[in-house]
């Protein structure tokens, strides 16, 4: 093995399948021996049991008033004239759904959806990004950060640089993935994730070309440690980062093509784009990825002017797609190590604007569906008359539902990765995942 | 220190592809060589001529006339007409019609960007578009969206102050931001909100009753069905007493940006932005300060700030350290190859695919730029389209070689590097290069050729600048 390959091999002893495409068997297990870090790291997910967490962006700010509906209020009715929902789906003496979320309405039934009321942060901020920002990084309203929580899960609970431990479908990685050891790989299509050498008279040399150019001409002593992925973060050059990219994308995309190549789903998706992100989430599942979070975005909440069909359309595509996404868990029978959690930016101001849609607000709810998750509503209900500027006073700290989750579902201390120790959301005082 | 020019015994080949590759969006060899020999004066005399170039570029008609839909809009009704079969087939036409008219738009400025004789107009223009984002998604109308282009073309150089006064009253982002309708009894914010945060002043400089109050400054206009242009509705503004940032008056929405830019964090704030956009890397405190200064005693005139930055030493310091863009991708891999860029589907269809569809920014805060053009997907999508946009096309690329290095591997290699690269290629790729030619026997074939264009275009190096 020539130094060249040395770096690449390195990263590729966490990579499982890619590995074989790359490098002969024997050289693994003789490599993978000799490199102590390497090896101490190799305690990679074998991708069968681990738990998955999968984070649903509903972007643009959704009405959460209008997704999860106070019926029995009439101050809900006096401040939307026009655009109040009038036909919900109850679920109890005082909340219903929205009468397209019939699937999800379902999953109450069924045991396994739940919904936190109120969910938001002190201070909010009303801008899209900033808000997206502070959710992605979980931090205070008037703190930057510059990794991620996922990320920050990532690099306390995650050793190995496996580059496909988050997997984000969609053009970018986001934010909330920002570690200090990138670690995330972001693609819509499988199928056009590699480089296409078909072209040329010799595919295999110009693959192989293609491929050295991202190995970096080290001193031949590397440790896992000198790699440029694991120097990592902000100070890396844009020449290494590229280097590091190329290869990361090289290797991911061995893995990913190799599993949605043999993996279907049995449960029928929507088209929509949501629809498509979550099946191809369940066939990445399906093959066993070693991936701890996945993330998709359904855009297009916004809802300035004109809501109400807008609303009803997303909220139709993002019903079927979760309705589909939990058939297809069950039937994988990984339903009970997946957990999904939805967020949006902010929810929407209580009265209606005169366009008939709504401005930016505040606090909104969380749906959760997962085998571990406690069914029902929970936390406190926000008022509809004790507002802050005309929004929603939040009842429930958004970083409580993160720590739920890092706690009991991904096993990870949520005090370190969130800075402080969050209080877990509560039902009948137990924490609302199992 | 890093503002200050360079001196002119540093001026060089490379260092003017360097600038030709950020200012221009790229450059063939004979041009590097041109301007290297020019000096940096003569060159940013060039890039800097007021030259107008419309008759060139003849806009396409679906776009410049603004009743050119009316007839099918009118038929297509409002949302009153849901399940009414003509007015469904209506709406379809219009979609269709609106379709055509934005890829004629988008070929009509990529054809700009390769071949207007000011590319350094056009890429203002596509700064102040990122800057001031706003999406034909939302927009709906090619026209006004064209009309947002050309103003970005005709101010984006000149006084911040006409550009953003213009902008407040531009059709397509008063839709965007919902100035369009927005009412004295019930004023939409979210154009107050964004000139503050994301146009004019940064996060922080402003508070939520700055935005309440300025809100109601933008109140009273709608866009004209028949022109398409902005309309006061005196009625509908709210012409009361104002407090923004300090200042009380019966302010309206030119009053409120000259306040906006009346703040020292502006001048910073679209400076450093400014900076950011050609050099990579944020500018530190003490220097930005000093550019800043320089923008504001200038009356916040775009253009000598933006000739400083490309006179600086800081700028030519900051080779190898730029992340492409897609479109400086797109545009300059067809100026270095000497390849037709004709704006075709398959070139915009690259575009939306890298994470830069023209028109359609992905949210008010404009392309995030830098590291985040780079995802596992975009970056191999770069390396293929590179093969299948442009290499695979070239019928003759012996031709962009001379006949001393077709009979020289290493010189071929050597010649396709300095046409392509503005960073040097490290060992690791330059072996790569020195194989696939050497794979191929001597001489070297047009198929070798072809490889190693592709092979050069597909490396880390050819994605920076």
Known sequence: ?434 | MMLDPIKKTEWSRDRAALLLSRACFGCCPREAEAAGKAGLEATLDGLFRDDDAADLFPVPENVADPAAFADLRKKAGGPGKNGDPEAEAARKKLREEEAAALRSLRAWWLQRMRYAPQPLRENLALFWHGHFATSVEKVRGTHIIWKQNELFRSLGLGSLGDLARAVARDPAMMRYLDVAGSKRAMPNENFAREVMELFLLGEGHYSERDIKEAARAFTGFRIDPETMEAQFIPRQHDDGEKTVLGRTGRFGPDEIVDILIGQPECARFIAGKLWVYFVGKPLPETELAELAAGFRASGCRIAPTVRRILSSEGFYASRGTQIKSPVQWLVGSAKALEFPLEGNQAQQVALRDLGQDLFAPPNVKGWEGGRSWISSSTLLARCNLAGSLFVSKLAEPEKLFAGAELADPSALCASAQRRLLVEPAAPASREAFAEVVASGGSPVSRKMISYLLRLVMSAPEYQIT
Request: overall charge neutral; some cysteine.
């Open chain 1, 1 to 434: 093995m020539n130094f060249h390959t040395r770096r690449r091999f390195l990263r590729t002893t966490f990579l499982g399948g890619a590995t074989a495409l790359t490098v002969p068997a024997f050289l693994e297990r003789t490599f993978g021996a000799l490199d102590l870090a390497a090896a101490s790291s190799s305690s990679a997910p074998t991708g069968r049991d681990h738990p998955i967490l999968v984070i649903l962006q509903l972007a643009g700010g959704n009405d959460g008033l209008n997704t999860l509906i106070p019926y029995a209020e009439d101050p809900y009715y006096a401040a939307r004239p026009k655009i109040a929902v009038r036909d919900p789906l109850k679920i109890d003496g005082r909340f219903g759904l929205h009468p397209k979320l019939a699937s999800l309405r379902g999953l109450f039934d069924d045991g396994c959806a739940a919904m936190v009321h109120g969910v938001g942060y002190p201070n909010p901020n009303r801008s899209h990004f900033r808000s997206t920002d502070i959710w992605q990084t979980a931090t205070d309203s008037d703190k930057y950060e510059r990794r991620g929580w996922v990320g920050r899960y990532f690099d306390a609970c995650c050793s190995g640089e496996d580059p496909t431990t988050g997997v984000a479908i969609g053009k970018v990685e986001p934010l909330a993935f920002a570690s200090s050891h990138p670690r995330a790989i972001a693609f819509n299509d499988p199928g056009k994730l590699r480089f296409d050498a078909s072209a040329s008279a010799d595919p295999k040399a110009m693959d192989a070309a293609f491929r050295e150019m991202s190995d970096e001409a080290d001193s031949g002593g590397a440790q896992i440690g000198m790699l440029p992925g694991a120097a990592g973060g902000g100070d890396e050059s844009p020449a290494d980062f590229l280097r590091r990219a190329s290869l990361d994308a090289q290797l991911g995309s061995d893995k990913i093509r190799e599993v949605t190549a043999k993996f279907r789903t049995s449960a029928e998706f929507p088209k929509s784009s949501v629809g498509r992100s979550l099946e191809l989430v369940s066939r990445l599942i399906a093959g066993s990825m070693p991936t701890r979070v996945y993330y998709v975005s359904q855009g297009g909440y916004d809802t300035h002017s004109g809501q109400i069909g807008t609303h009803e359309r997303l909220l139709a595509e993002l019903d079927a797609a979760l309705g589909a996404f939990v058939a297809e868990m069950k039937a994988q029978k990984n339903f009970d190590r997946v957990t999904l959690m939805t967020f949006s930016e902010f929810g929407r101001r209580v009265a209606e604007n005169a366009s008939g849609g709504t401005d930016h607000g505040a606090a909104a709810p969380v749906i959760l569906l997962g085998g571990g998750v406690v069914p029902g509503l929970h936390g406190k209900p926000p008022s509809l008359t004790d507002l802050q500027a005309g929004d929603l006073v939040h009842t429930c700290d958004f970083r409580s539902v993160y720590a739920t989750v890092l706690d009991r579902r991904l096993g990870a201390p949520s005090k370190e990765i969130l800075g402080r120790a969050f209080p877990h959301v509560l039902s009948g005082g137990k924490p609302i995942i199992s």
